[in-house]
C-alpha cells in the first residue's frame, strides 16, 4: 500500500512542538505533504527540514512566517518541481511536486496551499487570481498522462456536507459560489476526482479537517472539510481508506490520511 498523508501545519515549529514528529513515525507513510509551514530553511533544524529516513524537500515563503510547502518522501525522487512558474504566488510557497515511479507508471504528488481569501477583499482578489491560473495547470497535469494526487489546503468547502454552518457561510470566503463551482470544474470537466468524497461520499462530522480558533469550534465540531486528497482516475480508483486524524492536535488543521493499493519503486 502507498500511504499519503496531508496536513496544514500550522507552523512547523509549533507542530512540532506539539509531537508531530513523534506522530509520523508510527505511521508507516510513504509521502508527507505539508502546507503552512512559516519559516525559512536556513532558520530550521535538521530534523525537521529533512528528517532521518526521508528525502525532503522544502518551498517555503519569501516572506517570513508566512505560506511554504513541503514534501518527505521514502523512496527516492525521480524529480521535483517547485512554483507554478508564476512569480506572484512562487514568492508565497504554494506549490511543489515530487515525480515518483511506480508499478503503474509515472505518478506526480503535489503538495498545494491555496491562498485563503478570509483576512481581506484583497487576499480574496488573490485567491482568485491563483485560481484563474491553477485551473489550466490542473488541466494539463491531467493531459500529462501521468497519475497524480493533488494534496492539500485547498481553503474551500465545495459541498454543503463539507461544513457545519453552511447556511450563514454563504457570503463567506472558503464558501463563495464561486469557490464552489471551481472545484466542480475540476470534478465535473477535467475529470479530477475528490478521493475522500469516493471512499465516503456522505460524511458531514467526521470529514471536517480544519476549526477555527474562534469560540469552542474544535469542542463542539464547527468545522470545514478545507484538505483534500484530489486524483486522477487511475490512481483514485486504488485508494482503499481515507481518514482524518482527530485524537491529537497538532495544528488548527487535522491530517487526512489516504491508503492507495500501490507500490513505489524504490
Known amino acids: 500500500m502507498l500511504r499519503v498523508i496531508t496536513l496544514n501545519l500550522n507552523g512547523i515549529r509549533?507542530?512540532?512542538?506539539?509531537?508531530?514528529?513523534?506522530?509520523?513515525?508510527?505511521?508507516?507513510a510513504d509521502l508527507v505533504c505539508l502546507q503552512e509551514i512559516k519559516a525559512q530553511e536556513a532558520d530550521l533544524a535538521e530534523n525537521l527540514r529533512s528528517p532521518?529516513?526521508?528525502?525532503?524537500?522544502?518551498?517555503?515563503?519569501e516572506k517570513k512566517g508566512y505560506s511554504g510547502v513541503g514534501v518527505f518522501s521514502r523512496a527516492q525522487p525521480a524529480g521535483w518541481v517547485?512554483?507554478?512558474g508564476q512569480a506572484e504566488f512562487d514568492a508565497e510557497g504554494r506549490y511543489l511536486q515530487i515525480?515518483?515511479?511506480?508499478?503503474?507508471?509515472?505518478?506526480?504528488?503535489?503538495?498545494?496551499y491555496l491562498p485563503s481569501g478570509s483576512s481581506s477583499e484583497e487576499r480574496q482578489a488573490a485567491k482568485f487570481r491563483f485560481m484563474d491560473v491553477f485551473l489550466p495547470h490542473m488541466a494539463a497535469l491531467r493531459a500529462s498522462g501521468r497519475e497524480v494526487i493533488v494534496c492539500g489546503d485547498w481553503n474551500i468547502a465545495h459541498r454543503e456536507a463539507d461544513l457545519?454552518?453552511?447556511?450563514?457561510?454563504?457570503?463567506?470566503?472558503?464558501?463563495?459560489?464561486?469557490?464552489?463551482?471551481?472545484?466542480?470544474?475540476?470534478?465535473?470537466?477535467q475529470g479530477w476526482v475528490d478521493v475522500y468524497r469516493r471512499l465516503h461520499p456522505d460524511t458531514t462530522d467526521a470529514c471536517y479537517t480544519w476549526w477555527s480558533n474562534r469560540g469552542q469550534a474544535w469542542a463542539k465540531n464547527v468545522g470545514w472539510r478545507l484538505d483534500y486528497q484530489i486524483a486522477t482516475p487511475?490512481?483514485?480508483?486504488?485508494?482503499?481508506?481515507?481518514?482524518?486524524?482527530?485524537?491529537?492536535?497538532?495544528?488548527?488543521?487535522?491530517?487526512?490520511?489516504?491508503?492507495?493499493?500501490?507500490a513505489l519503486q524504490v
Open 52 to 61: 532521518a529516513g526521508w528525502h525532503a524537500r522544502l518551498h517555503c515563503a
Open 99 to 112: 515525480d515518483l515511479q511506480t508499478a503503474i507508471g509515472p505518478l506526480s504528488v503535489i503538495s498545494l
Open 234 to 262: 487511475g490512481i483514485a480508483a486504488l485508494a482503499r481508506t481515507a481518514s482524518v486524524f482527530k485524537d491529537q492536535r497538532f495544528s488548527d488543521h487535522a491530517p487526512l490520511t489516504v491508503d492507495y493499493e500501490l
Open 164 to 189: 457545519k454552518n453552511w447556511k450563514s457561510n454563504q457570503k463567506n470566503s472558503g464558501f463563495l459560489p464561486e469557490e464552489r463551482a471551481w472545484l466542480s470544474r475540476l470534478f465535473d470537466e
Open 14 to 28: 509549533s507542530a512540532a512542538s506539539k509531537g508531530f514528529y513523534e506522530w509520523l513515525a508510527d505511521q508507516h
Open 82 to 84: 517547485e512554483g507554478l
